[in-house]
């Protein structure tokens, strides 16, 4: 597992508990690789690709065959269960757990270890929220995650489109968090939740994560407009919000959901 030390790192994996203590980050990566092939068009015309890819690409050993494979390695499954104290850990932040091309039986493994580990909490995200009811009901240490549909092919309202089939499927899901990373805020999805609000009454998720779009030399913020009405409408409808780093924003955000996960150590885990 890799530790998320500040400044550096997938922030949000620290994650700040209801009585204000924050927990270690880390990312783990029981599976790896990954075939959605996400791209974004920038808003200067070139076009970018998913930032796991451009790492693996750079540190191959990982990655042997490129990074749009399916690579299991059971070998790290013990690794939450050896870490002792309580940490905040994202499943798959070099992968899509979930996945078509994963094996059920290796997400079931995956899920047997965080319900084992039930002294951290674990965070998941993924592009194929279709399959994701399929493993109801989740360990009450994982919040369940989704992604804002990726767009260099899609229009926005095409994904609009897809935005409300992905909500559809969160609302499916039963998990003690559900929460939508948007990032990058590449269109204006705030008018795409509020007619899910004014049809359904409640956002399917609980948490929300708002970030620009970055190249990895250069980052491009999302129209000021877009940013104002999200945050208008997740207010409204009582979403916690928590920016990415590289948002620019003049009221800055890092909300959690108010989950206080259990602090069970096993006596006999090795640190
Ligand atoms: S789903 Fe995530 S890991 Fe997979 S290609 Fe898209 S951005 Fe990259």
Partial sequence: ??????????????????????????????????????????????????????????????????????????????????LKKPAGIFVGSMADLFGHWVPEEQIQAV???MHEADWHTFQTLSKFPIRLPQFNPYPRNVWVGVSLPAGQLMSASGAARALNAYLRKLREVQAAVRFMSIEPLWFDVAPVFEAW?????????????????????????????????????????????????????????EEFPPVLMPKRIPAAAAV
């Avoid at 970018?48 to 050993?61: G, H, L, M, V």
């Avoid at 998720?205 to 997740?234: C, H, M, N, Y």
């Fill in 197 to 253: 609000l004014r049809d359904e009454g409640k956002l399917p998720f609980e948490w929300a994560i708002i970030g620009a779009a970055s190249d990895g030399r250069k980052t491009f913020q999302p129209e000021r407009a877009w940013t104002a009405g999200l945050l208008d409408v997740l207010d409204g409808a009582g979403v916690e919000v928590f920016f990415k780093g590289n948002l620019e924003w003049d009221e800055w955000r």
């Fill in 111 to 113: 899920l047997g270890v």
């Fill in 1 to 82: 597992m890799n530790r998320q030390k500040p400044p550096k790192g997938i922030e949000w994996t620290r994650i700040r508990q209801a009585d204000g203590t924050e927990l270690p980050g880390y990312t783990w990566n029981p599976t790896g690789g990954c075939l959605h092939g996400c791209t974004w068009r920038m808003p200067d015309g070139s076009i970018t690709e998913c930032y796991a890819k451009t790492i693996a690409e750079r540190f191959t050993r990982g990655y042997p065959h490129g990074f749009e494979q399916h690579y299991w390695r059971p070998h790290l499954l013990d690794a939450p269960l050896r």
